[in-house]
């Protein structure tokens, strides 16, 4: 048993540490198993600019979750668990298919539950030639110990700090001390990267983008998240804020999420983006918050 498959034996690759062998098929809080399980592989243009730029992102969608956001828009593939399971050679090779379709990089959506399979693939299709950017792109619920098995293969952490309170982490998300180790996480994140690098064509090759989805009502919380990227993080830190919440999933059975965020609270938190001496990031446009940029997870691209 190699390094990496020995996580999956005491799994404690996310805060939740079940500490379950999956192995023996055993399943944990996001019901993962042994095999990585992909429900698509596609060219992705909309992303920030500096991750699509002109050819699209070779995002790879990976099944199940470690949170149980009531708002998630990829419900289908993170809490009804829709998806492949692959090998990790056939991973190893979609790596390599994004490459050669002309992706501008690797973007791993929501790869916790499978760090070690995706660090075993990933040591395969770098020795196959693999040579573009990989981005980790996910919720920033993870373990310090976990991503130390990243270390030297990711080029570009994206996190999604997404709750200052425990109180909304646990009643939206079932995520106890969230911002706790969220923040541990993408401080080991930034140890690993830096702050973000850019190539002639201003594609991102290396270095910490942070997003924060807001959140109807969460104003304040949303303040103190920015807050905490100001006194923490190198002011070169890349912040994007998104404003693409659409109410899905069990949204729309709660009061505060069943609608938008309103145009005062996206006014508000932008200004105070700037306030604090916020320099660098994106924020997307209001008009992002449609169902129609949901992709359709229909295995395509495997």
């Known amino acids: 048993m190699n390094d990496f498959t020995k996580w999956l034996s005491d799994c404690r690759l996310c805060p939740r540490q079940c500490r379950i062998n999956r192995l023996d098929g055993q399943c944990g809080i996001c019901r993962a198993g042994a095999l990585p399980k992909i429900a698509l592989a596609s060219l992705h243009r909309w992303e920030e600019p500096c991750i699509s730029g002109t050819r699209g992102s070779g995002t790879v969608f990976f099944s199940h979750c470690n949170l149980s956001c009531l708002f998630c828009q990829n419900y ?18 979609l790596f390599i298919m994004q490459q050669q379709r002309g992706a501008h990089n690797i973007n791993l959506v929501s790869p916790t539950s499978f760090m070690p399979q995706i660090a075993e693939a990933l040591i395969k299709a770098k020795e196959h030639g693999l040579a573009i950017p990989v981005l980790y792109n996910s919720n920033a619920y993870e373990s310090i110990d976990a991503l130390h098995c990243m270390d030297g293969l990711i080029d570009v952490y994206l996190p999604d700090l997404k709750y200052f ?6 009643k939206y998300s079932k995520a106890p001390h969230y911002f706790e180790h969220a923040t541990a996480a993408i401080m080991e994140m930034h140890q ?10 201003g594609i991102i090759k290396r270095g910490l983008v942070i997003r924060h989805l807001m959140l109807p009502g969460l104003i304040e919380d949303s303040k103190q998240i920015l807050l905490w990227i100001r006194n923490n993080l190198p002011i070169e830190v890349y912040v994007s804020l998104m404003a693409q919440y659409t109410p899905m999933y069990k949204a729309k059975e709660h009061e505060r999420l069943n609608r938008r965020i309103s145009r005062r609270q996206y006014e508000d938190i932008i200004d105070y983006f700037f306030d604090i001496g916020l320099e660098n990031g994106y924020v997307q446009e209001r008009s992002s918050a449609k169902s129609t940029y949901t992709p359709d997870f229909d295995l395509s691209g495997l």
């Open 76 to 93: 289908d593939i993170s809490q009804n668990d829709f998806g492949k399971e692959i090998s990790i050679d056939e991973l190893a090779k």
């Open 165 to 170: 309170s425990d109180e909304y982490a646990v």
């Open 192 to 201: 690993q990267v830096g702050s973000p690098q850019f190539d002639d064509e």
